[in-house]
């Protein structure tokens, strides 16, 4: 008799140490899935340094580029972005874009198209606000991308554009 109590310790012990590997496997499969997928953000916003004729020119046309990196280790498959500019506001510009059979690869990032200011007039006020810090540009964006698995994902983004010390500066998101 105490040979068949020892066997059903034994078992049961072996039952519920097989039961706690399972678990611990699923829960290393489920994570490991998630650090999988693509991860996006914002690698780079600029605005285009060219050479302007007075500190105020970059005022009435601002050039910004935006890149977005995918830190996953699967591909993004982008379904469509959109980037835009706005001052106070006030829509001024914007970007578009659904483009065919666009992949971001793991580890590796990918330029959004530019955007500019289109018919914005710059009044004397307002480059009097930019100059005093009392006004600036925004840049919004959004890209919308599907995983492998085909579940549609969104990353947005934003920036502040605006004169720091007769210097453009950029504010984090």
């Known amino acids: 008799m105490g040979d068949i109590k020892k066997q059903t310790r034994i078992g049961s012990r ?21 650090v999988q997928l693509p991860t996006l953000f914002l690698a780079r916003c600029e605005v285009r340094q060219i050479p302007f004729k007075d500190e105020f020119e970059w005022l009435l ?81 959004i890209v919308e991308y599907d995983n492998l698995f085909g579940k549609r994902e969104t990353f947005k983004f934003f920036r502040g554009i605006m004169l720091r010390n007769g210097k453009i500066a950029l504010t984090e998101s």
């Not at 072996?14 to 998630?34: D, Q, R, W, Y």
Request: overall charge negative; cysteine-free.
């Open 61 to 141: 046309n601002p050039l910004v580029s935006t890149a977005i990196h995918n830190y996953g280790q699967t591909p993004a498959f982008i379904v469509s972005w959109s980037v835009r500019i706005t001052y106070k506001d006030v829509f001024v510009g914007a970007a578009a874009e659904a483009p065919l059979n666009k992949v971001i690869k793991p580890n590796t990032e990918v330029w959004l198209p530019n955007v500019t200011p289109e018919n914005f007039v710059i009044t004397s006020e307002i480059a009097e606000e930019i100059s005093t810090g009392k006004g600036w540009y925004t840049v919004d964006g």
């Open 14 to 34: 072996s039952a519920k140490a097989a039961t706690v590997a399972a678990n611990a496997a699923k829960l290393a499969a489920e994570t490991a899935f998630t």
